[in-house]
């Protein structure tokens, strides 16, 4: 695969980054966007304990919004779909979706580092994690007291890229 779109869920924003290697092994980033918010600003702008569907509907409608000029420009929905484009997570949401997904009894970082998931599977797991409500993400062992609300806003931003038929995090 000579291409890859990473992206980096942080506190305040989000990063997406379009990268190619060429045939003569270079690699360069192609195309660039950030998202305005992140994790922390998300859950600070929607402070209720356990998010809404409403609020979380609004993040997704918001991300999709700001990747349509970003998947116009460079057609990532056609790469996905051609198995062209590899899509990569790096973030505390990241890694808790694989946490959650391998079902970890605690986080194991070997474990969920280069773990490669299909677009249903981070489906189903998300799906998972709403299921759980804030009580029971605080519960889990993978999530706990810290990052229970902050799971569900990067949760929200990360449904958006299924959307685009991601086939790896």
């Given at each position: 695969?000579?291409?890859?779109?990473?992206?980096?869920?942080?506190?305040?924003?989000?990063?997406?980054?379009?990268?190619?290697?060429?045939?003569?092994?270079?690699?360069?980033?192609?195309?660039?966007?950030?998202?305005?918010?992140?994790?922390?600003?998300?859950?600070?702008?929607?402070?209720?304990?356990?998010?809404?569907?409403?609020?979380?509907?609004?993040?997704?409608?918001?991300?999709?919004?700001?990747?349509?000029?970003?998947?116009?420009?460079y057609?990532?929905?056609?790469?996905?779909?051609?198995?062209?484009?590899?899509?990569?997570?790096?973030?505390?949401?990241?890694?808790?979706?694989?946490?959650v997904?391998?079902?970890?009894?605690?986080?194991?970082?070997?474990?969920?580092?280069?773990?490669?998931?299909?677009?249903?599977?981070?489906?189903?797991?998300?799906?998972?994690?709403?299921?759980?409500?804030?009580?029971g993400?605080?519960?889990?062992?993978?999530?706990?007291?810290?990052?229970?609300?902050?799971?569900?806003?990067?949760?929200?931003?990360?449904?958006?890229?299924?959307?685009?038929r991601?086939?790896?995090?």
């Open positions: 695969i000579k291409r890859a779109l990473v992206f980096d869920i942080g506190g305040g924003s989000t990063e997406i980054s379009l990268a190619r290697t060429t045939n003569s092994g270079n690699t360069f980033i192609e195309g660039y966007v950030s998202l305005p918010y992140g994790v922390v600003t998300i859950s600070e702008a929607f402070p209720e304990q356990d998010m809404t569907n409403l609020a979380y509907d609004t993040i997704i409608e918001r991300t999709q919004k700001i990747l349509a000029d970003f998947e116009e420009k057609h990532i929905r056609d790469a996905v779909a051609a198995q062209e484009i590899q899509i990569i997570g790096t973030s505390g949401t990241v890694t808790v979706l694989g946490a997904h391998l079902n970890l009894p605690r986080y194991n970082r070997s474990a969920v580092d280069g773990l490669a998931l299909s677009a249903q599977d981070v489906e189903r797991t998300i799906a998972k994690i709403k299921r759980m409500g804030d009580d993400r605080r519960r889990h062992a993978c999530i706990g007291m810290q990052k229970a609300d902050l799971t569900m806003a990067g949760c929200a931003i990360t449904v958006s890229y299924t959307h685009l991601a086939h790896e995090t």
